[in-house]
């Protein structure tokens, strides 16, 4: 049985048939401040490798007086659901569904939210369709879903170079990358994933938080700018934690989560 700190309280939320899980990282009592956190997790093998980076920058979050919601999407993770079963409207949903669970259990109106790779896709959409979230971190964010999934399937081919294939999945419901099932639906779905379509502003302050220099981070920055939100970009010597290591270690880039709750404590000072 996993054994959570005191501070840390593991529950299930949301409709009876859709159940989600969630911790909530609970602030200490003399440093509250007047705004929750979300975090917005990435999927796949992605998810497993960043799990203890975004765990701990949870924690530090919570350090800085602010509580914090990690959840599992529906059909990943410890929520309900088969994998195959995910889809970008239902994640969403589930996005709008644990910004109201904070809200209903820290009694705060004001949610801020950090994503990280898809997570922030999926975030800047969610922000895009509330219109209401007043901060928004997006650390490294997909940012065309063809692109992303062109890098899991090169990743795929590099690992299996000197393995044994497996065998060939027949069934057209899904396909399966780095050992995740991605439906048929949910693959065609992400193809079209382009933020820079975005028209609507995801939220009144924007933190891009990169790994590395790149067009599509400054493109994003101009649409986004387009929006009327205010945008700042910052670049950091970073490893992209979501990339599987040599030795099978978890990351955990403390100069990443520094720029996050620093920003996050200047935007809500």
């Known amino acids: 049985m996993v054994q959570f700190p005191k501070t840390v309280l593991p529950f299930h939320f949301g409709a009876p048939e859709r159940r989600l899980f969630g ?4 602030p200490g009592v003399a440093q509250n401040r007047k705004c929750a956190v979300v975090l917005c997790q990435p999927i796949g093998h992605e998810y497993v490798n960043c799990h203890r980076a975004l765990r ?3 924690v530090n979050l919570a350090t800085a007086g602010f509580p914090v919601l990690r959840f599992d999407y529906y059909g990943c993770g410890d929520s309900a659901g088969d994998a195959i079963q995910g ?3 239902h994640w969403l949903e589930d996005i709008s569904t644990a910004i109201a669970e904070v809200r209903r259990r820290t009694r705060l109106r004001q ?7 898809l997570g922030g896709a999926l975030a800047a959409m ?3 369709q509330l219109g209401d979230l007043e901060n928004l971190v997006l650390w490294d964010p997909v940012f065309k879903g063809k692109s992303y999934l062109q890098g899991l399937q090169d990743l795929q081919k590099e690992m299996l170079r000197f393995r044994p294939k497996p065998a060939r999945n027949k069934s057209e419901e899904y396909v399966e990358l780095l050992g995740f099932p991605l439906s048929s639906f949910l693959y065609s779905e992400l ?5 820079g379509a975005m028209a609507k502003k995801p939220a009144h302050n924007v933190f ?3 790994s590395e220099p790149t067009p599509r981070g400054d493109r994003l920055k101009d649409c986004l700018t387009r929006t009327d939100a205010r945008v700042e970009c910052q670049q950091l010597d970073i490893p992209q934690i979501w990339l599987p290591t040599a030795n099978g270690s978890l990351l955990v880039p403390r100069q990443a989560l520094q720029a996050v709750v620093s920003w996050t404590c200047r935007m809500n000072a």
């Open 23 to 26: 911790c909530l990282h609970q």
């Open 56 to 58: 701990q920058l949870a």
């Open 87 to 89: 889809r970008i409207g």
């Open 111 to 117: 949610v801020s939210l950090v994503g990280l790779r």
């Open 126 to 128: 969610a922000g895009a």
């Open 191 to 195: 193809q079209k994933l382009d933020l």
């Open 208 to 210: 891009i938080l990169r």
